[in-house]
């Protein structure tokens, strides 16, 4: 696996010396961990623990800000990080300190006294150690990998488990069938705690419903229990018992009328009580990088801004992503008619084609690159890929060789896409800090 860590966090230079990245799926080592540490993951504010292929990291924004705007503190953990590890801990609304994490990682590096345990392993139990020492009113944790035998499945009864839309991805180690990637994903449905879960195609949705029938666990099913839509630009929630007419989401595209109606009614099945006021807020004032980002700031944006071209940022990486992001993409030359380019880099083991095939009905150029991983698909295999799907290609050397020769052609400015996965999204974030996520 590639190494998460970027050279920039001088703090957590000894966790990337100590602690590898390859991904260990068993709870095993977090629960001995968590127990040498006096079990800080019960001491916790109520939990909402969420799972699923796409929209987590969306689904987990909505969430985050419609709790923040009722007034809730809220920790949370997310991954991977864009640019710096501390985008991982959220603190009571604020990213986890350099010396805060310091000290944690010092305490529990003492605790796990040299015992074999991952990269993400060590960082659930920090995240987890420092929740409990902090005072706040909920807990938002996202799952890494999988679910059912992930590091942050740790909680006996959560207040809330949320699965957002299964799809394929990560087939080498949850994979390959879809029953089983959601037999994964399920895992983290715990007896009698309610389960909110998105849309989800048929083979995925018989074993969510098995689950939570064999745990007991009142299950809230979108399109069945409760619905989002968008209708005149707004988000409409049917929930059972009344109609939410909420403004469009903040985070662009159609899918994130879903991502956030899914976490309306995640907040609520927490705190039936949350105000029409607070989820308005929230929904319209989630902020969550790299997903269709527009960006204004930065090297890249200055050149595209000299042009007049728009330039957007997607971390986006398997074909359920790809058709999300190539409906946002199709919205955005809908409201302003002018060509689509795409500057691509990806992960080898991901569905390059499966990815860009949704894209094909627009025929944008694709410029196909590379980016600073040994686990980085080569450039002529994206371009390979993007052939296959039916698009125009050409390989370049980086991102900003794309975004220059994408910029360099003739006729109007283009809608410019830098897109293909978060690691590759945060190279491009980490140009300035002026686009460091905060």
Known sequence: ????????????????ANHPSLIDLTTGRVERLLAALGHPETRLPPVIHVAGTNGKGSTVAYMRAIAEAAGLKVHAITSPHLVRFAERIRLAGELISDDALEALIARVEYANAGQPISFFEITTVLALLAFAETPADLCIVEV??????????????????????????????????????????AG?????????????MEEALEVIEREADDRMAPLFLMGRDFDAWEERGRLMVQMPDRLLDLPAPSLFGGHQFENAGLAVAAALTFDHSVSEEAIAGGVSGAFWPARFQRLTKGPLAELARARGADLWLDGGHNPHAGRALAEAASRLVDRDPRPLVLVAGMFARKDAEGFFRPFAEMHP????????????????????????????TEIVADVEAGVRKALSGKGPAP??????????????????PETWPT
């Open 415 to 432: 809608h410019l896409l830098v897109c293909g996965g978060l690691h590759f999204a945060g190279e491009v974030l980490a140009m300035s």
């Open 188 to 200: 983290i449905i715990k007896p009698r705690r309610p389960v909110v879960v998105a849309r989800q």
């Open 144 to 185: 890494g990998l999988g679910g059912r035998f992930d590091a942050t499945n740790v909680f006996e009864a959560p207040a809330v488990s949320v699965i957002t839309p299964i799809d394929y991805d990560h087939l080498e180690m949850l994979g390959p069938e879809l029953w089983k990637i959601a037999w994964e994903k």
């Open 365 to 392: 150029k694709v410029y196909a690159t590379t980016f600073d991983s040994p686990n980085a698909a080569p450039a002529e295999d994206i371009a390979a890929a993007a052939l296959a799907a039916g698009l125009e």
């Open 1 to 16: 696996m590639y190494d998460p860590i970027r050279a920039s966090d001088a703090v957590i230079q000894r966790l990337r």
